[in-house]
């Protein structure tokens, strides 16, 4: 089973700020990686599949890089309704699908 | 748009069973496959299940392997998870959840999620 890290568990940014978010995969997992938002009481959304390609309707201060182990997501001068839990999901080699287990990102 | 809506969550007791629904339409049913992730109070997402577009190929986590059961019907698009032998380690919302990629093989990369149904198992 491949194991996601994320850091920080908690991230606190400014409104207007840029938020730098990391996941690690165990093992390889190409860009077959996906980032998911969720906000409290609410189903999770995607943002990013490939590492990089944003979902359908994802503004542009949304974006992803990385591959093999390493992936980034970065949202640029962040708005008040991006204040979330955002996951990352690996989907190289499964069963099992594995997520992270979430950063928080908090208003400072 | 695509909508999946869930039901048949509730409290039951250790031991005993329960079969969620999921009610899918706005996108071609019999065209993509389509999970069940969960999240257990507080915590964060566990994958549960999938089932390809024509059911030939389903697959589990280890932790519900043998006691649930995802099925479809496509004449009625839905989705369905049988849970057997339930546990209080079950309690989660369920989540039924649209792969991304059309045809024979999910890609693991979900695009749509439904608002979940609540899943209790206490005594």
């Known amino acids: 089973e491949i194991v996601m890290t994320q850091s920080p568990a908690t991230l606190s940014v400014s409104p207007g700020g840029r938020a730098t978010l990391s996941c690690r995969a165990s093992?390889?997992?190409?860009?077959?990686l996906a980032w998911y938002q969720q906000k409290p009481g609410q189903a999770p959304r995607l943002l990013i599949y490939?590492?990089?390609t944003r979902a359908t309707g994802i503004p542009a201060r949304f974006s992803g890089s990385g591959s093999g182990t390493e992936f980034t997501l970065t949202i640029s001068s962040l708005q008040s309704e991006d204040f979330a839990v955002y996951y990352c999901?690996?989907?190289?080699?499964?069963?099992?699908?594995?997520f992270g287990q979430g950063t928080r990102l908090e208003i400072k | 748009q695509v909508q999946l809506v869930e039901s048949g969550g509730g409290v039951v007791q250790p031991g005993r069973s329960l079969r969620l629904s999921c009610a899918a339409s706005?996108?071609?049913?019999?065209?993509?496959?389509l999970h069940w992730v969960r999240q257990a109070p507080g915590k964060g997402l566990e994958w549960v299940a999938v089932?390809?577009?024509?059911?030939?190929?389903?697959y589990y986590a280890d932790s519900v392997m043998g006691r649930f059961t995802i099925s479809r019907d496509t004449s009625k698009n839905t989705l369905f998870l049988q849970m057997n032998s339930l546990r209080a380690e079950d309690t989660a919302v369920y989540y039924c959840?649209?792969?991304?990629?059309?045809?024979?093989?999910?890609?693991?990369?979900?695009?749509?999620w439904g608002q979940g149904t609540l899943v209790t198992v206490s005594s």
């Open positions: 959840a649209k792969d991304s990629m059309a045809g024979p093989n999910p890609r693991g990369a979900v695009d749509y």
């Open positions: 093992q390889s997992v190409s860009s077959d």
């Open positions: 999901q690996q989907y190289n080699k499964w069963p099992p699908i594995t």
């Open positions: 490939g590492a990089s």
């Open positions: 089932i390809s577009y024509d059911e030939t190929n389903k």
């Open positions: 706005g996108f071609t049913f019999f065209s993509y496959g």
